[in-house]
């Protein structure tokens, strides 16, 4: 199992990023997949995932309106679009496995990409 981040950058407060995750190693249809952030001194949170085989989906209030998730179940590709981003936003994303797309989702994780810096300036 493989998943591969790509996207992050440095961006101005109110501008946008377009997070990738890339699958591998696993039937892409038979699980979730899961973004997740972690700041400097922060816990890890989870932001939002999406079920590959129905399409739901699941954002943490502070991203709602905001991100978008999306996916290429032909590329087994994940995507996190990233607008009106605020410096509150800076972090390392990662991108998950999931066996549910759910509120919960560190519970149902279970691989795990490296990440991607995202860091957002005032």
């Known amino acids: 199992v493989q998943l591969v981040e790509s996207g992050g950058g440095v961006v101005q407060a109110g501008g946008s990023l377009r997070l990738s995750c890339v699958a591998s190693?696993?039937?892409?249809?038979?699980?979730?997949i899961g973004w997740f952030r972690q700041a400097p001194g922060k816990e890890r949170e989870g932001v939002s995932c999406i079920s590959s085989s129905d399409g739901s989906t699941y954002y943490v209030d502070s991203v709602k309106g905001r991100f978008t998730i999306s996916s290429d179940n032909v590329k087994n590709t994940v995507y996190l679009q990233m607008n009106s981003l605020k410096p509150e936003d800076t972090a390392v994303y990662y991108c998950?496995?999931?066996?549910?797309?759910?509120?919960?989702?560190?519970?149902?994780?279970?691989?795990w990409g490296r990440g991607t810096q995202v860091t957002v300036s005032s």
């Open positions: 998950a496995r999931l066996r549910y797309c759910h509120s919960h989702l560190d519970y149902f994780a279970d691989y």
């Open positions: 190693g696993f039937t892409f249809d038979d699980y979730a």
